[in-house]
């Protein structure tokens, strides 16, 4: 190239002469000898000049060449692999399987619950963390491991398989327990936890449809509980496709009217008087039988069809219950996509319309998760339902991340605690320490609380002796559906004593 270079330089330089020379044909031989003599001083300094400058450049474009492909194949951020590089791998690993024998395995790991952290502490605290996990997953990963950061707080790692399938798992307990002590942040602490999916190459899967059973596998692990390892397996892929056919159903069984509400009595603690019910959604599925409302709703919330369940179910509670006595109110739980509908306020007027259902009667559940984004915002939804007379009711309470800010800024009518806290309340001192905190922030809030999860009479009678406001659970009954709670409330057996007398509605039925 150098070369190259040079030769044109030259021709040019000595063209540029001969033409000087022409313009001055009438030069002496004194005169040419000592212009060859200055040239030959000026055309090395020349020739150098130019040949250093081209070196710079082309330093300069080797710099910024490698520069490029190194942004090219890793995230900025972490410093680690990306998404490129993943599928290089893969596909290297898929051949040399195909050709010398082994297998493959693709690590998959989500963080548990990092989206508050960006939210609550900002993204620089959210980076730090990133960054730390990087880190720390470098450290659990064997030389010929290599992490890669997909997005986000979504990481992956292609392992080499031996014959008992046991390198895959290795790696991932090495990860569960990296990131289990806290990460430093300022001067306090977070704990970050993280769920992981694991699928293993077998003859005839491609790049795409391995990472894909990767993700299934750790999508998994999160509906299962979080912080949980799971692997992709043919009862997985048949469950997934039993979903989608699910998914179809669930569309046929909204525009049917068949997702219906059913009613879990609340209850006075005190006295043991009903006072109203939560409305709960149920589906009987002609085929399957009684679908989980934690399978259903779930998927209706990743299908966007869960407004259309929603005020289905809503329209309908409403009916059935204008006709109850008149101081028996109902709670109706809204997720946090729905909350954050700019409609919903006008949404839910029109259903009290419809149905002339009294508004001081509805009681709306929110989860904490569906008001932290945006705390603002919140505010002036909960405010124009409040407007209308409705109740406001911060479900779940104690699980969130900063629900004493949210009880501060927020003007809630009552807490709920979450049953993960309630049931074992006479087992656990901690959690029992927690409850009664709760009761006590709750009246010097002058906030009402309800106790979900009522299984045990010791159970009750702690919250009662802590002063609990309401309760409901399997203690005073199961939910059950509109029109038996209506035929209860007509023959007289549902009374203020009821609970007391008999414990439970089923009884009563017996």
């Keep these: 190239m150098i070369g190259v270079w040079f030769v044109a330089a030259e021709v040019e330089l000595f063209e540029s002469l001969h033409e000087y020379t022409r313009a001055h044909e009438d030069w002496d031989l004194d005169e040419i000898f000592s212009f060859i003599i200055l040239l030959g001083f000026v055309l090395p300094v020349v020739l150098y000049?130019?040949?250093?400058?081209?070196?710079?450049?082309?330093?300069?474009?080797?710099?910024?060449?490698?520069?490029?492909?190194?942004?090219?194949?890793?995230?900025?951020?972490?410093?680690?692999?990306?998404?490129?590089?993943m599928s290089e791998v893969i596909r290297k690993y898929i051949e040399a399987s195909q050709h010398k024998g082994g297998s493959l395995a693709v690590v998959l790991m989500d963080l548990d619950r990092f989206k508050p952290i960006n939210d609550l502490r900002g993204h620089d605290v959210g980076d730090r963390v990133l960054q730390d996990v990087a880190s720390r997953l470098r450290a659990a990963c064997k030389s010929e491991q290599v992490p890669v950061r997909l997005g986000g707080d979504e990481f992956a790692i292609v392992v080499r398989e031996n014959d008992e399938l046991d390198e895959a798992v290795g790696l991932a307990r090495r990860i569960m327990t990296a990131m289990e002590p806290k990460f430093p942040i300022g001067e306090g602490e977070l704990a970050v936890g993280t769920s992981i999916g694991i699928a293993v190459w077998s003859e005839g899967l491609d790049e795409d449809q391995l990472f894909r059973h990767a993700d299934q596998a750790m999508y998994r692990a999160k509906r299962e509980g979080r912080g949980r390892l799971n692997f992709f397996d043919d009862d997985l892929g048949e469950r997934l496709r039993e979903a989608a056919e699910l998914e179809v159903e669930l569309t046929e069984a909204i525009e049917a009217g068949q997702i219906v509400p059913y009613f879990q009595p609340i209850v006075d603690i005190a006295n043991r008087r009903l006072v109203g019910f939560e409305v709960l959604s149920r589906w009987h599925h002609e085929r399957l039988g009684q679908?989980?409302?934690?399978?259903?709703?779930?998927?209706?919330?990743?299908?966007?069809?869960?407004?259309?369940?929603?005020?289905?179910?809503?329209?309908?509670?409403?009916?059935?219950?204008?006709?109850?006595?008149?101081?028996?109110?109902i709670s109706f739980n809204l997720s946090p996509r729905q909350f954050r509908d700019s409609e919903l306020a006008a949404t839910i007027s029109s259903v009290l319309l419809e149905t002339g259902f009294p508004p001081e009667r509805l009681e709306i559940e929110i989860t904490e998760t569906a008001v932290i984004e945006d705390l603002d915002y919140a505010r002036e939804t909960i405010e124009r339902l409040r407007w209308l007379g409705i109740r406001i009711s911060l479900d779940d309470f104690g699980t969130g991340f900063s629900s004493l800010a949210t009880l501060s800024r927020l003007p809630?009518?009552?807490?709920?605690?979450?049953?993960?806290?309630?049931?074992?309340?006479?087992?656990d001192a901690q959690k029992a320490k927690i409850v009664a905190g709760i009761i006590s922030l709750a009246d010097s809030l002058e906030l009402s609380v309800t106790a979900e999860g009522i299984e045990t009479e010791d159970t009750y009678k702690m919250l009662a002796n802590l002063n609990c406001d309401l309760g409901q659970g399997f203690l005073f009954e199961r939910p059950l559906p509109g029109e038996m709670i209506s035929e209860l409330l007509l023959s007289g057996r549902l009374d203020g004593g009821y609970f007391e007398e008999i414990g439970g509605v089923a009884s009563a039925l017996a």
């Design 412 to 427: 809630f009518d009552k807490l709920k605690i979450d049953r993960s806290f309630v049931t074992q309340v006479t087992e």
């Design 49 to 85: 000049e130019r040949n250093r400058r081209l070196r710079q450049s082309l330093r300069a474009r080797g710099v910024a060449e490698k520069r490029a492909k190194h942004i090219s194949r890793h995230d900025s951020l972490t410093g680690l692999f990306n998404r490129r590089v």
């Design 291 to 329: 679908i989980p409302p934690t399978r259903f709703i779930a998927l209706a919330e990743d299908t966007g069809q869960i407004n259309a369940i929603s005020w289905l179910v809503l329209r309908q509670a409403c009916e059935t219950a204008k006709a109850w006595p008149s101081h028996l109110t």
